[in-house]
């Protein structure tokens, strides 16, 4: 009996393994880069023992963005912790870009949508990205209560700007191979939506 605990927490770190090894290798090459085979060969294993572990490049990659979105979410509900909405936003802006700046092609693939052309892992990504602006919908709500805004305003259509605008800083500083610098981004960006 010993023995199968042993191979089952063997298991487990070898399935933990491919995860972080296949985080970086998506967020390196994205996941049209990537193959099976160079995951195989950087994990020194074999293909097949690969597939063991997991179906296919699909399912490790809809594991890798599992995992990253728990780190994002995670990231996020922090940053919610301020007591005044402004900051609140403030702090969920750099949480965002800082995770944006670290996680390169998940990152694209999570929250720009830049997916493969696999229909089932897309609408886990759509699934997500519902998720995400679901948790950064409430801080924007805040936001426009303190305001007292004369005009109604649609709180989703505040967080789609906000993503949209922090999606496009994060593509941008990708392209230009800039640093990101959210200490400074997140109150601007604060100050330009209200």
């Not at 890798?64 to 609140?88: C, G, I, N, P, R």
């Not at 800082?98 to 699934?127: C, Y």
């Not at 602006?133 to 505040?158: C, G, N």
């Amino acid at each position: 009996m010993p023995r199968a605990t042993s191979a089952k927490v063997t298991g487990q770190q070898a399935r933990k393994n491919i995860i972080q090894t296949a985080r970086e290798f998506f967020s390196e090459y994205g996941y049209l880069g990537a193959s099976m085979s160079d995951l195989a060969a950087k994990l020194n294993m074999t293909k097949a023992g690969l597939c063991y572990h997991f179906a296919g490049k699909a399912e490790i990659f809809k594991t890798v963005l599992d995992e990253a979105f728990s780190e994002l979410s995670q990231a996020l509900t922090e940053a919610k912790s301020e007591q005044a909405a402004e900051k609140k936003l403030e702090n969920l802006i750099k949480a965002y870009l800082q995770f944006g700046a670290r996680e390169k092609n998940l990152t694209k693939a999570l929250v720009l949508k830049l997916a493969p052309r696999d229909a089932k892992i897309m609408e886990h990504i759509v699934e997500l990205r519902r998720q995400l602006l679901d948790l950064i919908q409430p801080v924007i709500e805040e936001v426009l209560a303190s305001k007292k805004i004369d005009k109604p305003v649609d709180s989703r259509t505040y967080t789609l700007l906000l993503t949209g605008m922090m999606d496009g800083l994060l593509l941008e500083y990708s392209i230009f191979k800039q640093k990101v610098e959210p200490e400074l981004i997140g109150g601007a960006i604060v100050a330009a939506m209200f």
